[in-house]
């Protein structure tokens, strides 16, 4: 059987980055760079004050408390219509351009009026260059602020919009479809009838891919019947990649693999060296990258997490494609039935000598409620059956969970 590390470069050789496109910056986030952005303005375009109060030259403060002469007003968003002159000051407030030959600020709350309406008391001596931004000491025209290849998180939104970069040069996101598939399996709004459960994976896919950004294309469930299994699939084939649960192991009415190929896709493996998630399929119809995962939620989820998030995370252009993996300390024995690499669901936490991890009691796929609570996957090697409490093993991160 394929081991996993196998079945992973498997994957990862078989997507490609998608091709670069001009993203609204409202839709930016989580997106990677396909290009530097440059700025093209100044920040600050202008010598600007940071406080409310008098544009001054310092020099006039050389003795203070003295007296200078309010030549004129400068709210933000307009510009001064003259140079000062000795013994001048200009009233300007936060975010206005300071008059030519001022060269500091004084507070508001470091003055006091003067005798007449146009004077102004100066009371405390003021370093030379006090509460004025220079121009472009943040950002230069021509800067590159953000480089090719960043994952634009959102504390780059206000640089892009500083910049004017209202396009953002990155790799578009993948189109997603997402199929639930078997005769017992009913939408989650639907009460589930004699011998039928609700769909717990097309929600579950969908969410997780609304995390990484990206909108999935829920086509809702198949039933386990040739002709409308094919008709699904092939909805999820004009997409860059179609995620299948249900119908991949081999009952009776697995039928997902022989319809995929009926559908013209190349299947690069049907099994994996792994519990769970074992019967993951994964092959490329024309353009669309296919995921069949085993029906289980617990493998939907290990499958996703492990093969979907990272394949989807390649094609976007990230450098680093896999979940965050730690060691941590057992807070109990962990177990399984040797023979596959094991990812088990347990809950992590920092402790004060570490990161410690508990296993959650589960026994198998199907243990739905092992996820409440999951914050990571515990991952037990093949030929390790028990490892005791208070070892280190190794830990997926997953996402989200506190
Ligand atoms: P399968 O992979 O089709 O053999 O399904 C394995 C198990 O997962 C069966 O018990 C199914 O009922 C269950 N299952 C399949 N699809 C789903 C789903 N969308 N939501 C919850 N359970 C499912
Ligand atoms: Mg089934």
């Not at 600007?48 to 030549?71: E, F, H, N, Q, T």
């Not at 300071?98 to 001596?125: F, M």
């Not at 943040?138 to 634009?152: N, S, T």
Request: aromatic share 4%; proline share 10%.
């Amino acid at each position: 059987m394929l081991s996993f590390n196998d079945a992973l470069s498997t994957v990862l050789g078989h997507v490609a980055r998608l091709e670069p496109a001009r993203v609204p910056l409202a839709e930016a986030v989580g997106l990677v760079l396909a290009e530097d952005v440059v700025s093209d303005v100044d920040m600050p375009p202008f010598n600007k004050s940071a406080m409310d109060g008098y544009a001054v030259m310092a020099a006039d403060l050389a003795r203070v408390p003295c007296i200078l002469r309010v030549v004129e007003e400068v709210p933000a968003g307009t510009l001064p219509k003259r140079r000062l002159r000795p013994g001048e000051c200009a009233r300007v407030m936060t975010g206005a351009p300071v008059p030519k030959g001022a060269d500091t600020v004084v507070r508001q709350e470091d003055t006091a009026p003067g005798l007449s309406g146009d004077e102004v008391r100066i009371l405390k001596e003021v370093p030379h260059g006090s509460n004025v931004c220079l121009k472009a000491e943040d950002v230069a025209c021509g800067d590159v602020v953000l480089k090719a290849g960043r994952v634009v998180g959102p504390l780059d939104v206000p640089v892009l919009a500083a910049c004017g970069c209202v396009n953002v040069p990155a790799f578009r996101r993948p189109a997603v479809a997402v199929l639930s598939t078997g005769n017992e399996v009913v939408p989650p709004d639907e009460r589930p009838a004699g011998g039928q459960i609700r769909d717990a994976n097309a929600p579950y896919v969908a969410a997780r891919l609304r995390l990484l950004g990206v909108e999935p294309r829920v086509l809702g469930v198949a039933p386990d019947a040739p002709k409308r299994l094919r008709a699904a699939l092939a909805r999820g084939m004009d997409c860059d990649a179609l995620v299948v649960s249900g119908g991949v192991s081999t009952g009776d009415y697995d039928l997902v693999p022989a319809m995929l190929r009926d559908l013209g896709a190349e299947l690069f493996f049907e099994s994996v060296a792994m519990q769970p998630g074992r019967p993951t399929v994964f092959g490329r119809c024309g353009d669309a990258a296919v995921f069949g995962l085993p029906g289980n939620p617990v493998s939907v989820l290990v499958a996703t997490e492990l093969f979907v998030v990272p394949a989807l995370k390649a094609m976007m252009g990230y450098a680093q494609v896999h979940p965050p993996r730690r060691r941590a300390r057992l807070l109990q024995a962990a177990k399984h039935r040797p023979g596959r690499l094991a990812h088990l669901p347990a809950a992590m936490s920092e402790e004060a000598d570490g990161w410690a991890v508990r296993p959650l009691p589960y026994h198998g796929s199907a243990h739905i409620h092992a996820l409440i609570g999951a914050n990571c996957l515990i991952v037990l090697p093949p030929d390790v059956a028990e490892v005791a409490a208070g070892v280190c093993v190794e830990v997926v991160q997953l996402p989200g969970n506190p």
